[in-house]
Nanobody
């Protein structure tokens, strides 16, 4: 299991912004795809955004134009800039990584962080 460490969640008022970050160990040489899912109480986990190694992006319908996903220079970190947050964005946000190269070995399975809560409320 690849440890994914998330940070940046918290409480924000409607219209505000937050930036989530997710880091992986330095021993990883390459990750094919990274991104974020979110889950609200009583709802299924849904894709927020994903980004491939060559920076191709994919966004969930509800966040297009408000959220921006990016990868760090080392490409084994991922960030999610969230602007104009609304109460419906309230959820636990989970970082994921799939297609991991480390020590010359390739692991095609999914890896998940523990989640960071985002609450949008007055």
């Amino acid at each position: 299991q690849v440890p994914l460490v998330e940070s940046g969640g918290g409480l924000v008022q409607p219209g505000g912004s937050l930036r989530l970050s997710c880091a992986t160990p330095g021993s990883i040489s390459k990750i094919e795809t990274m991104g974020w899912y979110r889950q609200s109480p009583g709802k299924e986990r849904e894709l927020v955004a994903s980004i491939s190694y060559d920076a191709g992006t994919n966004y969930g319908e509800g966040v297009k134009g408000r959220f921006t996903i990016s990868r760090g220079d080392a490409r084994n970190t991922v960030s999610l800039q969230m602007n104009n947050l609304q109460p419906e964005d309230t959820a636990v946000y989970f970082c994921f990584a799939v297609g991991v190269w480390a020590a010359g070995d390739f692991d095609p399975t999914d890896h998940w962080g523990k989640g960071t809560p985002v609450t949008v409320s007055r």
